[in-house]
């Protein structure tokens, strides 16, 4: 059985009585007002403070279980807590072993690793198992023998599918070497629970080491592995927040990652969205809603989407069904930006969304050409963000960003300014992702997006498919040929 490491509560916060809500006398919401009152200074002025939680700390980072990210998830939580009859709020704790230390030899010889999040601890002693095609199919754990240590490459799909397979299959221990460059610290199996198997302990080593091992294996040499790892179990929360006013049964879903990686204060990843979301939720408070408007601030997206995967995993189908379009936000402000939006339709890339996911990616395209007279252009729907949970539930999904490590092209500086040929971040997942990491004109314009699509569904879902059994019966089938692939992102953004 897969270890389950939760405690559990409602991921819904509690409805309140209707006479406590005061937003019954306020203006229903519209667009234009709720974008014209948003400001540059207030989103300036919160970077700064997230970047001083990073930086009042000796991690100088925001990383889930450090005091830089704790700070942050108390400061969203006293800004949502300072409308107490606008807003609920709930906290949804969840744990997670984050790898502490790891310790490797082959044939006695130390090499370097990093332990794997989310795998057990464990001092495990085995032969090496090469694992072919990257390990995400039950076929190709087929030469895994009883006590070994299986060897595969990180990708195509999360390695909790790999390391849970090669359990399946007898293996005691799992060497997994990064795609790219680099080492794997900080890495972790990126999914919490799977049905393929329990999890044994797990080292990460570079891609230049992997590939050494692998051509020796390969080669037909006899290696015995030690592996040694420990872990640190943190208890890290999502914030979910909800408008009193509104219906409850029909919401509109708006969200963006609390934390950062060790590298550095992820100012841009992901304080821009956090923020970007705080100040809709803020000016908010002076409209009334029709439909309900739910903020949520996920934890541990850094280490595989963890915390938006783990409230869909806790979430009944019955409560999913209100959810009529979840939108993420992920990186608002990169320095060398593009606005892009999810390809929700699959015109650009091939793979569309549950039903509604096109109708968002029209709507932001729209606003992005006739209301505000910007360029777009639309990225691959992939799942590398918080709304991948979603999207494999059948929940309708959207959503807007500015790029990350990507090479901006010649069309695209054409589009919208800054350099070709440099990464729209140059500082993603770096030390430098700080409070002048961030492009101000692109990210107000970013925060005017949410704000418009906050108070377009905020007012009514008509853009949407309306809520039926064919609709819902389309949705589900979607959510099925997604847990059929049994693939996943290959890293959180
Ligand atoms: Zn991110």
Redesign the pocket.
């Known amino acids: 059985m897969p270890t389950r490491f939760f405690d559990h509560g409602s991921a819904i916060p509690a409805p309140q009585d209707a006479s406590v809500n005061v937003a019954r006398d306020l203006p229903l919401v519209e667009s234009n007002k709720l974008r014209r009152v948003l400001l540059r200074s207030e989103l300036l002025k919160k970077a700064k403070i997230l970047e001083g939680f990073a930086y009042a700390t000796p991690e100088r980072n925001r990383l889930i279980g450090t005091p830089g990210h704790e700070a942050t998830i108390a400061y969203i939580e006293s800004i949502i807590k300072s409308y107490p009859s606008y807003y609920t709020m709930y906290k949804q704790p969840f744990e997670m072993p984050l790898g502490t230390g790891a310790n490797l030899t082959n044939n006695d010889v130390e090499m370097e690793a990093f332990a794997v999040g989310i795998a057990p601890a464990g001092d495990v002693t085995g032969q090496l198992v090469y694992v072919p095609n990257l390990g995400c199919e039950t076929k190709d754990f087929a030469a895994v023998t009883k006590g070994s240590i299986i060897l595969v490459g990180r990708g195509v799909c999360k390695s909790a599918i790999k390391d849970a397979l090669g359990s399946t299959a007898g293996a005691v221990g799992m060497l997994v070497y990064n795609n790219v460059e680099g080492n794997l610290d900080g890495y972790s199996l990126q999914k919490i629970t799977t049905s393929e198997g329990a999890y044994v302990p797990a080292g990460g080593i570079s891609k230049a080491d992997g590939e050494a091992l692998v051509a020796r294996v390969q080669a037909g040499e006899t290696i015995v592995a030690h592996i040694s790892t420990t872990t640190k179990v943190t208890t890290t929360y999502n914030v979910v927040a909800e408008t009193i006013g509104g219906d409850h049964d029909n919401v509109i879903f708006m969200s963006g990652?609390s934390d950062s990686v060790a590298a550095g204060p992820?100012v841009n990843?992901?304080g821009s969205?956090t923020i970007s979301l705080l100040e809709v939720a803020i000016q908010l408070t002076a409209f009334s809603v029709n439909n309900a408007v739910r903020f949520a601030w996920w934890s541990a997206?850094?280490e595989g989407l963890l915390g938006a995967e783990y409230y869909v995993t806790e979430a009944p189908q019955t409560e999913l069904d209100k959810i009529r379009l979840m939108l993420d936000f992920?990186?608002m402000a990169s320095p060398n930006y593009a606005y892009q939006v999810y390809d929700g339709d699959g015109s650009a890339f091939g793979e569309s969304g549950p039903a509604g996911s096109g109708e968002a990616e029209h709507e932001f395209e729209r606003y992005f050409v006739q209301d505000a007279g910007l360029n777009f252009t639309t990225i691959e729907f992939d799942g590398r963000?918080d709304y991948g949970p979603f999207l494999a539930a059948g929940v309708a999904t959207g959503g807007i960003a500015c790029g990350?490590e990507g090479i901006k092209t010649v069309e695209e500086a054409a589009m919208f300014g800054g350099q070709a040929g440099v990464a729209y971040d140059v500082c993603y997942h770096s030390a430098c992702d700080n409070a002048s990491n961030v492009n101000v004109g692109a990210w107000i314009q970013m925060t005017k997006a949410i704000a418009h699509m906050t108070a377009t569904f905020a007012r009514s879902f008509d853009l949407l498919p309306p809520k039926s059994e064919q609709v819902k019966a389309k949705r589900m089938a979607y959510a099925k040929k997604m847990s059929d692939k049994a693939t996943g992102a290959l890293w959180?953004?």
């Open positions: 990652h992820g990843d992901n969205g997206e850094e992920d990186m963000s990350a959180g953004v």
